[in-house]
């Protein structure tokens, strides 16, 4: 949970949208405070006109409180987007450390069925030199080793896709390990290689 909280705020923080906006709150602040302390300006002042204009909250002091109120509502617009932008980073850092977890699960379930086809093909291709096996029978053992050595390669491709989105939208290329989301699910930054290359009958 620690280290999803770490990806969540590195996201947050590597976005040029949130800089933009904290940059943009602190030139409002600064214009605001300024617009409050001009106010007691505004009594000061030879001009009698002004000076009654001003005692009863019109001319320069109602103008100020116009701009302050401008001001007080374009900070919190600019707030309000700064929470937008943010949960919808953390949503996405979330959706791609779960996606990554489901890849890692179905690499596993590969790997598993990869294991199992090397002894498979072990055993048919003992048979085959043998003769205790046919031609058709060892083509298909080859195709289905083929078939998974394809899946684990697109897996791994997957992978890969998510680590780099997880990459540019935190801003950090070192590799995570044990990443938990709140559902109790983890995430390695690392590929995982489901099992090792199989080499069959045609390749030799």
């Known amino acids: 949970m620690e280290c999803l909280e770490m990806l969540m705020q590195q996201a947050i923080a590597q976005s040029s949208e949130i800089e933009a ?10 214009r605001q405070d300024y617009a409050e302390a001009r ?3 505004n009594y000061l002042t030879l001009d009698p006109v002004r000076l009654v204009q001003n005692v009863l909250g019109g001319g320069d ?13 374009e900070t919190a617009n600019l707030v309000r987007r700064r929470e937008e ?7 996405d850092v979330i959706d791609l450390v779960l996606a990554h977890d489901k890849i890692l699960l179905q690499g596993r379930l590969i790997g598993s069925q990869i294991g ?9 291709e003992a048979e085959y030199r043998t003769g205790q096996s046919n031609t058709d029978a060892m083509l298909q053992i080859w195709q289905r080793t083929e078939t998974l050595q ?16 997880l990459e540019v939208l935190t801003g950090d290329s070192r590799e995570f390990q044990g990443v938990t989301t709140n559902a109790g699910s983890s995430v390695a930054w690392k590929l995982y290689t489901p099992g090792p290359a199989v080499t069959t009958e045609a390749d030799r």
């Open 61 to 73: 002091v109602q103008r100020d409180r116009i701009a302050i109120a401008t001001l007080e509502l």
């Open 39 to 41: 106010q007691w300006t």
């Open 21 to 30: 906006i904290n940059q943009q709150l602190t030139l409002t602040a600064e």
């Open 116 to 124: 199992t086809q090397e002894l498979r093909q072990a055993i048919q």
């Open 85 to 91: 932008v943010a949960e919808a980073l953390t949503r």
């Open 150 to 165: 394809a899946q684990c390669e697109a897996n791994q491709a997957e992978s890969l896709r998510v680590i780099r989105e």
